[in-house]
């Protein structure tokens, strides 16, 4: 009897699916995207309504086989990717694969991977929104047409290998902008007062300055300016007398705020434990597709991750009313069901971030999460329990004063009921800020007064948290882009983060300005807000896809020829002038980062490392004088001094580059400087060009390689063999070893660029028995040490290391 076939996008969940439905379904993975458009091409044509030319993707052709063998002998394949547009992309993208083999296709979909949710979801199975996946296409056409067209300009323009995209570009413009806003910002002086004053019952309250000559203090608007401005002031208060002018109390009321969407997810995760957008989303991934919890064996604990809508299913809403009752009381539960409401523009496909069984608390699976799985589960539960709590009522109490030329202001607050403070850790009053007994009227003793210098500040960098809110606020992306728009800013080094604060790179803000001068409507933020909009009505049935595509090339392509003629080479001169020639200095972009150059280049060939102040100035970082190391060259005599790259220390001959001997050192334990001689290269073979021995040497960056030894007469020369053949399907070549530009060791295959298969662990000959990719790897992570691995994204598989190997 044949079996129904379910295809998940992740192997994670194969295994939580399986125990609900037991041994009458099969349950496969895709692990993510199966077909894509070319890596190395347009891929789409541009004269046949934007015709996409889809492949499978390289490395997948082992899944999208095992797939297609499943599919044959299913009955009915259920397609289960996540409900979203990626996911019907994946469901779509698979559909198309396996139809020539078994045509009965359905699109299932569930927020939460339980049996009720899953068993509802086949009852409920559907067709394939194509609408949905339509949108999803032209987002990625949108995204193709932008990055393979502009890029090439900013190739020879700015530097080579450097990339525009839709909506990372206008996530830059906002970074930019914002060091902009700080450079041209001019810092103002104020004096801030405090006074601590005390009436006829203690205790002694502090009040701060509130108005001055009857109009509200504030810093940059109406302040005390000067020195002088405050010991006159001050001169004035210690003379004068403080009077109650008036006492407001008064109940107030702090209802909780909405359960979690993926945008205020990251903001929250950010801002308390300081995860990035992309390490928030990882962990919210493994919380939703399942966790090993004892003896409820793998379970999920939260509902689908990206999403922008706050409803809350009713079955989750009577759970969580019978854990407020139990748990807290008759009094925590509102009189009627808490219900938000999800912004206008927000998908409502799916629910609100939720725990999948609210009655599972967080002090509960404590001991089997990981402490990251806990905070970010502990966050989430939280939040949707108090979301539905009875409000917090707090005693406010106001007090203004008047004394001579001034009113001043302070607050008190008692906490009555804390409501659903109580689920969130602020159920106590300690807190609480309570002021004297006070009536209109009544005269103040002035028991100190405060007062200091302080300057206005620009304003902020963006952090992840407020530029998320930023781009949420302003429409640009959707809630399942933040992470990757933030990944990509830092990736492309157009930003980067100093105390957890964005800073635009110099090669930020030349990309940045050349895009805004020669691509207006593209760099507009409205823009890019329309166009997501557009792009949620093909997925509504609105909006036809291709009409919007040729819409955005009717601008589109004139100002890309525009580009090509008008867009000039980047070179920002600057006022410094070369010391060794007299020309001035421009900023230049190499392989490590932006320097100041001679635009007097090839002649002259100096540059200079720079920085800038806070108004954007440039300054010189002057080249610190070589330590003393007492070590002679063995080549040509001259000193040896301490030099740094990526990898760090070494010895370089001060002759350089007529001389380019290094050798390692190490300090003892004076500090005195010791050269590590290097060990003589083991012999592994003979030469097959010349007959001499061949020798296993190491590269600088760290791989291993094969050489001659009759070096420079004979130039023959190998990679490092893993002897592991290359894994894709077709490919006659082997893993072999190499290193990155920073180091860091990989294994690729050895007929690069034919074949581009590559993977960061040292590969093991032995398909995965969970996914069955042909090999696996041997790993090394701080929680489980050296263990075996597989390599492909989503799987999952691991085992520890075998005793004998």
């Known amino acids: 009897m044949s079996k129904d076939l379910i295809i998940v996008e992740s192997p994670a969940k194969v295994k939580t699916i399986s125990k609900f439905l037991g041994k009458d379904y099969m349950v496969d993975a895709s692990v993510g995207h199966v077909r894509d458009l070319p890596t190395r091409d347009l891929g789409v044509d541009e004269e046949n309504d934007f015709a996409p030319q889809y492949e499978v993707i390289k490395g997948k052709e082992e899944v999208v086989k095992r797939l297609k063998a499943a599919a044959k002998k299913a009955d009915t394949v259920y397609l289960a990717p996540d409900p979203d547009r990626e996911g019907e992309a994946i469901a ?313 030329r001034t009113q001043w202001r302070a607050k008190g607050e008692r906490l009555l009921f804390p409501g659903f403070l109580a689920a969130m850790d602020k159920g106590s009053s300690d807190g609480d800020t309570e002021l004297p007994k006070l009536a209109e009227g009544d005269i103040l003793a002035l028991n100190e007064l405060k007062k200091e210098q302080k300057f206005t500040q620009p304003p902020p960098r963006y952090s992840e948290a407020s530029l998320v809110k930023t781009l949420e606020e302003l429409g640009i992306g959707r809630p399942s882009t933040y992470a990757a728009i933030i990944s990509t800013l830092l990736d492309r080094e157009y930003a980067r983060q100093e105390e957890k604060r964005f800073v635009p790179t110099e090669l930020g803000f030349t990309v940045s300005n050349q895009l805004s001068e020669h691509f207006k409507a593209l760099m507009d933020v409205g823009f890019t807000a329309q166009m997501e909009n557009l792009l949620d009505d093909v997925a509504a049935g609105k909006q036809d896809w291709v009409k919007l595509l040729n819409d955005f090339g009717g601008d589109f392509y004139p100002t890309l020829d525009k580009a090509r003629t008008e867009m000039a080479r980047s070179q920002q001169e600057t006022e410094i002038v070369c010391e060794n020639c007299g020309k001035p200095m421009a900023i230049k972009f190499g392989k490590t980062g932006e320097f100041l150059g001679c635009t007097g280049f090839p002649s002259c060939r100096t540059i200079k490392n720079f920085t800038r102040d806070e108004q954007g100035a440039i300054q010189i970082v002057e080249r610190e004088k070589p330590e003393e190391t007492g070590v002679k060259c063995d080549k040509c005599g001259r000193p040896m001094a301490i030099k740094q790259s990526r990898r760090g220390e070494f010895l370089g001959c001060t002759g350089y580059p007529d001389c380019k001997n290094i050798v390692n050192f190490e300090r003892d334990e004076n500090g005195k400087i010791k050269v590590i001689e290097s060990e003589k290269p083991k012999v592994v073979g003979t030469c097959p060009e010349c007959g001499g021995e061949l020798l296993l040497k190491k590269a600088r960056t760290g791989s291993r390689f094969i050489a001659c030894s009759n070096y420079p007469d004979c130039t023959y020369a190998a990679p490092f063999s893993t002897g592991v053949p290359c894994p894709n399907e077709g490919c006659e070549g082997e893993l072999v070893e190499k290193s990155s530009r920073r180091g860091k060791l990989f294994y690729s295959c050895s007929t690069y660029p034919k074949c581009d298969y590559a993977v960061w662990n040292w590969p093991v000959n032995e398909p995965c028995p969970k996914c069955q990719h042909p090999i696996l790897t041997r790993k090394t992570t701080k929680d489980k040490g050296e263990h075996i691995a597989c390599p492909q994204k989503g799987c999952g598989y691991t085992r520890e290391m075998d005793a004998e190997k």
């Open 92 to 404: 779509w993208h698979v559909a198309e694969l396996i139809k020539p083999v078994n045509k009965k296709i359905r699109r299932i979909q569930f927020n939460e991977i339980t049996a009720r949710a899953v068993k509802g979801a086949l009852e409920d199975a559907q067709e394939l929104n194509e609408n949905l996946f339509d949108s999803q296409q032209a987002r990625r056409i949108l995204d193709r047409l932008v990055g393979y067209k502009i890029s090439p300009i900013l190739w020879k323009n700015v530097k080579r290998g450097i990339s525009a995209g839709r909506v990372q570009s206008v996530a830059l413009k906002i970074l930019v902008e914002r060091e902009k806003e700080r450079r041209a910002f001019r810092a103002d002086e104020y004096w801030p007062f405090k006074v601590l004053l005390e009436g006829s019952t203690p205790p002694p309250f502090w009040l701060d300055l509130h108005k001055l000559e009857e109009k509200a203090v504030k810093p940059g608007v109406n302040h005390i300016g000067t020195q002088t401005e405050a010991e006159s002031l001050q001169d004035a208060l210690e003379n004068g007398e403080f009077v109650v002018d008036s006492v407001q109390e008064k109940q107030r009321k702090r209802s909780p705020l909405p359960p979690y969407i993926t945008s205020t997810l990251q903001q929250d995760a950010n801002r308390r434990m300081g995860y990035s957008a992309k390490r928030t989303m990882s962990i919210a991934q493994r919380l939703y597709e399942g966790v090993e919890l004892g003896k409820r064996g793998t379970t999920a604990l939260i509902t689908y991750m990206r999403t922008d809508s706050v409803r809350i299913a009713k079955d989750a809403q009577d759970a969580a009313r019978e854990l407020i009752l139990d748990k807290f009381g008759d009094d925590y539960y509102p009189p009627k069901t808490r219900h938000f409401k999800t912004k206008g523009s927000a998908q409502d496909a799916h629910e609100a971030i939720r725990p999948v069984d609210v009655s599972i608390t967080p002090d509960d699976v404590k001991s089997y999460l990981p402490s990251e799985q806990h905070k970010l589960y502990r966050l989430v539960w939280q939040r949707f329990v108090a979301s539905q709590m009875a409000v917090a009522t707090f005693w406010d109490t106001t007090v203004l004063v008047k004394a001579p």
